[in-house]
């Protein structure tokens, strides 16, 4: 398996702010994923990102909304810019190892906008 | 496009008592089927990857099966600390990405 790690845990932002999530990986990987869980719903995938690349967003996410950086094999930030409560989610990176095609996933960052 | 439907969507059970949980699903081409246990305020975890039809695997009291329409979670002598959300998930050959159902939440009573 692998051991992620993401921060913040949890945080409250204001209206128009921005959030940046850091995603940390204990192995170098080549496919990161973040994803996102509004209350009670099940897991969306907002986008995939690969050192190297630029990051490919899923129907319905966009770059300028959900930023994303991968400057190298363990670790990848997303931010949420200009947040609105619609925001407030959890958003959980994962990871898929290069040997096989199973996927784990972080703890998540609980996001509330006010 | 891909589909997940997961049934039921909320299941209570006795401790001991065994049942099943159901996931039905389309995609074009079937890389892998994914199963998870997701905790209130957690990430979920990974449990299983099936990868073909009649392919079967285990973990203590859970068994996951597959078919080529669907895919069953077997809990056999539940215990409380089996309580939580059980989320389906599928990876078609085209990508990496997994599409997930809306997920069954178990609750194991004493």
């Known amino acids: 398996s692998a051991v992620i790690s993401q921060k913040p845990s949890r945080d409250i932002c204001q209206r128009g702010t921005s959030l940046t999530i850091q995603c940390q990986v204990d192995?170098?990987?080549?496919?990161m994923f973040w994803y996102r869980q509004q209350p009670g719903q099940s897991l969306t995938l907002i986008a995939t990102?690969?050192?190297?690349?630029?990051?490919?967003?899923e129907s319905g996410f966009v770059i300028d909304k959900f930023p994303i950086s991968r400057p190298n094999l363990t670790f990848s930030t997303l931010t949420v810019s200009n947040m609105s409560p619609e925001d407030s989610s959890i958003y959980l990176c994962?990871?898929?190892?290069?040997?096989?095609?199973?996927?784990?996933f972080g703890p998540g960052t609980r996001l509330t906008v006010t | 496009e891909d589909q997940v439907t997961q049934s039921p969507e909320a299941l209570r059970l006795q401790e001991g008592e065994s049942s099943s949980l159901n996931c039905s699903y389309t995609v074009s081409g079937l890389r892998g089927l994914f199963w998870y246990r997701q905790d209130p305020g957690k990430g979920p975890e990974f449990l299983f990857t099936l990868y073909s039809a009649g392919e079967e695997k285990e973990k203590e009291r859970l068994k996951a099966t597959l078919t080529k329409k669907e895919s069953f979670l077997h809990i056999t002598a539940p215990k409380p600390e089996d309580s939580a959300t059980y989320l389906c998930?599928?990876?078609?050959?085209?990508?990496?990405?997994?599409?997930f159902g809306k997920g069954t939440s178990l609750l194991v009573t004493p």
């Open positions: 998930a599928v990876q078609s050959n085209s990508g990496y990405a997994l599409n």
């Open positions: 990102a690969n050192q190297g690349s630029e990051a490919t967003y």
């Open positions: 994962s990871v898929t190892r290069d040997t096989d095609y199973e996927q784990y």
């Open positions: 192995s170098q990987v080549t496919m």
